[in-house]
């Protein structure tokens, strides 16, 4: 059974680098991507935001429509036939008729109309700024996959160094033959993880050519993430989203809308005049005559009064209700906001700490138990738990350095800005 397992385990080992190597023979990625040109690539790609542009642009056009007039009619009649007889109508009129609202009914759907289209102009930019935290957050899982490829690929050969040093302890007799099995069994499970980690690699690549509506031949070249940066005060951040956010802009505006629906309401008070040109025509006297007519509505009448009524208190009940909900989303955004800040200052201090205190130190630890293992001065279990450590701290810090990032992109939606360092201490965003 003792020689079956170890069998076994070559046809595995042998296996794992046939397949290592497949992946490795794979082309390299050789252009380097700039973030900046990925940005630029979605705004002017992704088709999601192309869609919000195009419901931006229908939203303008329907602007002129909510001032003007209805369309007018025009009506003919032929009268008094007599059968069948078309031609011998004691009358045929011709009448043209429009319909006039209140002036100031036509002024406000023209105000509500423009209200709308700055909706959807907020509609736009939120998504704007939703595509690019998406991106930003593909991009460090992308890299964060890939890094954990490398960190892969070192760790395998550093414990090939020390199996080398092990085989060599164990032909003279210093090492046993466990040692060896757990040497090979830690490589073995670093080439087996090189497959699922090639799958992230490919998933995020798909996420990314997903949001820039780019090609799947086209190649995804090497991206960097930048080290932390000294970020905007946490009043600075509540401040812009506040007044800039376009989702909260948006629940605003829906409160004013509705404010302006209560004006609409109430005007429906107000009468509507109706207009009429006629023109009539005697076919058997050869008589043509002009008739004009005008006339109102009567919104104020008792058994039609109370509908006018109910439409205004129907809407100043909505304008409430949004009104509540507008201060519900700015309490949430705010509250994400400082969560995500106090986040990403624990993420920042634990970068600090592992990138600059713990890391260099693992690193002179493992050099020393290796130097020590080859003399042996150190048994191999000491080194077995140095590498460990020292390969679960640099997974640690390719973790941390995307989960930074993301909660980077995170914070950038909630405030509702594609770059977080562009705004100014004043909470302005600056313009180049």
């Known amino acids: 059974m003792k020689y079956a397992s170890a069998i076994l385990l070559c046809i595995a080992l042998l296996l794992g680098e046939a397949n290592a190597q497949s992946i490795s023979e794979r082309p390299a990625v050789s252009q380097k991507e700039n973030l900046p040109s990925l940005i630029a690539e979605a705004l002017s790609q992704n088709p999601d935001i192309a869609a919000e542009m195009h419901k931006m642009d229908a ?17 003919f009649k032929l009268m008094e036939i007599p059968g069948i007889k078309f031609n011998e109508a004691m009358y045929a009129n011709i009448e043209l008729m429009q319909m006039i609202p209140f002036p100031t009914k036509l002024s406000a759907r023209r105000s509500l109309g423009n209200l709308l289209s700055e909706h959807a102009h907020h509609d736009h930019m939120e998504k704007i700024v939703q595509v690019v935290a998406d991106l930003k957050i593909a991009i460090a899982m992308l890299w964060y996959s890939r890094e954990s490829l490398s960190i892969n690929k070192t760790s395998q050969e550093l414990l090939k160094r020390i199996l080398k040093v092990t085989e060599t302890s164990y032909s003279v007799g210093k090492a046993t033959q466990q040692e060896l099995l757990k040497t090979k069994i830690e490589i073995a499970k670093l080439v087996a993880d090189q497959a699922g980690l090639q799958e992230k690699i490919t998933a995020s690549e798909s996420m990314i050519r997903r949001l820039l509506n780019r090609s799947p031949e086209v190649p995804m070249g090497h991206i960097d993430l930048e080290s932390p940066t000294t970020l905007p005060p946490l009043t600075d951040l509540l401040n812009y989203a506040e007044h800039h956010k376009p989702m909260l802009i948006h629940d605003s505006l829906n409160v004013v809308e509705k404010e302006m629906n209560v004006r609409l309401m109430r005007q429906e008070y107000l009468p509507d005049l109706k207009l009429s040109l006629e023109y009539v025509r005697l076919p058997m006297t050869m008589e043509n005559r002009w008739s004009v007519s005008a006339g109102i509505t009567l919104p104020f009448a008792p058994w039609t009064l109370s509908k006018a009524s109910s439409r ?33 200052e624990a993420l920042e201090s634990q970068l600090h700490q592992i990138r600059d205190v713990m890391l260099p130190l693992l690193e002179q630890s493992i050099d020393l138990l290796l130097t020590e293992y080859e003399t042996g001065q150190t048994s191999y279990l000491m080194v077995l738990d140095g590498y460990r450590m020292y390969n679960e701290m640099r997974n640690d810090q390719a973790m941390t350095m995307m989960k930074y990032h993301e909660t980077i992109a995170g914070i950038e939606r909630e405030v509702g800005v594609i770059d977080i360092l562009s705004i100014s201490g004043s909470g302005k965003e600056q313009h180049p």
């Not at 201060?327 to 106090?342: C, G, H, L």
């Open 59 to 75: 939203a303008v056009r329907r602007v002129p429509q909510s001032g003007a007039l209805d369309d007018p009619e025009l009506i």
């Open 312 to 344: 205004v208190q129907e809407a100043e009940a909505e304008q409430l209700m949004l009104s509540s909900m507008y201060t519900s989303s700015k309490n949430m955004i705010q509250s994400e906001i400082r969560n995500k800040y106090a986040s990403l």
